[in-house]
Antibody, heavy 121, light 109 residues
Framework: QVQLVESGGGVVQPGRSLRLSCAAS????????MHWVRQAPGKGLEWVAV????????YYPDSVKGRFTISRDNSKNTLYLQVNSLRPEDTAVYYC??????????????WGQGTLVTVSS | SYVLTQPPSVSEAPGKTARITCGGN??????VHWYQQKPGQAPVLVIY???DRPSGIPERFSGSNSGNTATLTISRVEAGDEADYYC????????????FGGGTKLTVL
């Protein structure tokens, strides 16, 4: 069955960096478009990055562009999110999510359980 | 950038029909997807491409999309349906951005 397991979250000081990972299993990772979505405490969902199946294209919202970098290692079935210059407003649960291979639009059929990032001094 | 507007809360009694709206400019020209999220859990896809249901989602969940409003309808509401619901589209006009609505808290009375 499809599994997405995030790791790498924790408490980090403002201005520091963190790398989040998402280990995928149960499907052909190298054929799948993957995303990161975050949720601040008590708030709604916010999409933060997408990477196409082969890593050829990546897109970000303006709120994180230039600070966040999405990447993948298809040989390890792992998705990454490098988050730099962290701000208190980046405090959130970060989910990785998959878009169906056959979809012609971006939506999410599987989600991980999330990893919590807390930015605080 | 594209904006999706949802009511913050909807309440309905068990056995009745709950409708959650998602407003957006000409949203009827886009594909809308809906997610259910219970406290402490990851979101779950309940409707995709406006009205399709993933396997395992009860037939009580349905969706429609026309004009400036998409609607998630939950028939015969049960206590277990109490959750936050989010609509989502892919906005190709703004560099392939994914957009979520602000979410609607469904309370089962």
């Amino acid at each position: 069955q499809v599994q997405l397991v995030e790791s790498g979250g924790g408490v980090v000081q403002p201005g520091r960096s963190l790398r989040l990972s998402c280990a995928a299993s149960g499907f052909t990772f190298s054929s799948s478009t993957m995303h990161w979505v975050r949720q601040a405490p008590g708030k709604g969902l916010e999409w933060v990055a997408v990477i196409l199946f082969d890593g050829s294209n990546k897109y970000y919202p303006d709120s994180v562009k230039g600070r966040f970098t999405i990447s993948r290692d298809n040989s390890k079935n792992t998705l990454y999110l490098q988050v730099n210059s962290l701000r208190p407003e980046d405090t959130a649960v970060y989910y990785c999510a998959r878009s169906p291979i056959e979809a012609d639009v971006f939506y999410f059929d599987y989600w991980g359980q999330g990893t919590l990032v807390t930015v605080s001094s | 950038s594209y904006v999706l507007t949802q009511p913050p809360s909807v309440s309905e009694a068990p056995g009745k029909t709950a409708r959650i709206t998602c407003g957006g400019n000409n949203i009827g020209t886009k594909s809308v997807h809906w997610y259910q999220q219970k406290p402490g859990q990851a979101p779950v896809l309940v409707i995709y491409y406006d009205s399709d249901r993933p396997s395992g989602i009860p037939e009580r969940f349905s969706g429609s999309n026309s004009g400036n409003t998409a609607t998630l309808t939950i028939s015969r509401v049960e206590a277990g349906d109490e959750a936050d619901y989010y609509c989502q589209v892919w906005d190709t006009s703004s560099d392939h951005h994914v957009v979520f609505g602000g979410g609607t808290k469904l309370t089962v009375l």
